[in-house]
């Protein structure tokens, strides 16, 4: 008789209405090791979220049919487990995001390392 061992890869929804935002943070997340499903709009974000059923969220302030800080902070209520780390163009949001509850909040264009740190303290990463 064997050992399994059992690997349970995290998934990573990103949620931005810009496609090259999207891209970027996919390939970032599959070098990383995640499965990531990148989505462009709440309703998109909505079936994402009841779909695959993700440990971690990354998601704009300005999202396609919704404020994304609204939006999260429901979804933090619903769903306490789910790590939400939100991003944004415009530097005004970042303190109203810190405001609403949100500590990883980061400005676009913003480091790859700082957000990787962030999101490791926040779910397992396989790298």
């Avoid at 064997?2 to 090259?20: C, E, K, N, R, S």
């Avoid at 933090?76 to 415009?90: C, F, S, Y």
């Avoid at 500590?103 to 396989?126: C, N, Q, S, T």
């Amino acid at each position: 008789m064997g050992i399994w061992y059992f690997y349970v890869m995290t998934t990573l929804v990103v949620a931005d209405d810009d496609p090259a935002i999207r891209r970027l943070l996919t390939r970032w997340a599959g070098n990383l090791g995640l499965e990531c499903v990148a989505v462009g709009s709440a309703r998109s974000l909505r079936r994402a979220l009841d779909s695959c059923r993700p440990q971690a969220l990354i998601c704009d302030v300005n999202l396609a049919e919704a404020d994304g800080i609204v939006f999260c902070r429901e979804l933090a209520v619903r769903d306490p487990g789910l790590a939400i780390v939100m991003m944004t163009g415009d530097p005004g949001e970042v303190a109203r995001a810190r405001a609403a509850g949100f500590d990883h909040v980061f400005e676009k264009p913003f480091d790859l390392r700082m957000l990787e740190a962030a999101l490791r303290k926040l779910v397992p990463i396989g790298n």
